[in-house]
């Protein structure tokens, strides 16, 4: 009887229907959009942002359960299931609010790899608008405010230090032998 049965697991579902209502889709702007007027009537979109681009998937929607796309690629690899993104109505203040966060956190675990790699150059730059906005605020520039660098400031001072009455009067002299 029934507890002889075992139930398939939703990527097997898709697999199976695939076969027969499998369609082609795009994913652009790391979703794919969809009309299925026996579904609903309004356009429903499906969260692919860790699939490519702009690549083709035949995907397939099970009707019986609609809050999960499924994407497979050109050889009929099970590649993903894409989750529904729901509408929310924008006079529910807290589900606005939900999404919001929901929205949030997405793009802060897009933006991870990004800001690990760029940590280091990020601190660098902070460092020097600091140290820049120090200077113009007429703090005094002493090794002791340099960031661990004392050799920096040493170069620094000898680069900008005023040159002696002596240097000026060879300089001087030099000009004048190239004229």
């Known amino acids: 009887g029934a507890r002889q049965l075992t139930r398939l697991r939703p990527e ?18 790391g979703m794919f959009e969809l009309a299925d007027a026996e579904i609903t009537g309004d356009l429903l979109r499906f969260d692919a942002r860790d699939l490519t681009d702009r ?9 019986y359960a609609p809050d999960t796309l499924y994407a497979f690629d050109a050889r009929g690899r099970y ?3 894409c989750p ?18 929901a929205a949030a956190k997405a ?20 460092d020097m608008h600091r140290n820049n ?11 002791s405010r ?16 005023l040159p002696l009455q002596d240097d000026a009067d060879s300089l001087a002299d030099a000009l004048r032998e190239l004229t």
């Open 12 to 29: 097997a579902v898709a697999m199976i229907l695939v076969r027969d209502s499998g369609t082609e889709r795009i994913a652009r702007r």
């Open 55 to 63: 690549e083709k998937y035949l995907t397939v929607l099970n009707p």
């Open 79 to 81: 590649v993903a299931a």
């Open 84 to 101: 529904r993104i729901h509408s929310v109505n924008r006079a529910d203040i807290e589900a606005v609010q939900r999404e919001c966060g």
């Open 107 to 126: 793009e802060t675990e897009r933006l991870a790899p990004f800001r690990a790699r760029h940590l280091a150059a990020g601190r660098e730059k902070r």
């Open 133 to 143: 906005a120090r200077i113009l605020a007429g703090d005094p520039v002493t090794p």
């Open 146 to 161: 340099l960031p661990e660098d004392s050799d920096a400031f040493d170069a620094a001072t000898e680069r900008t230090a």
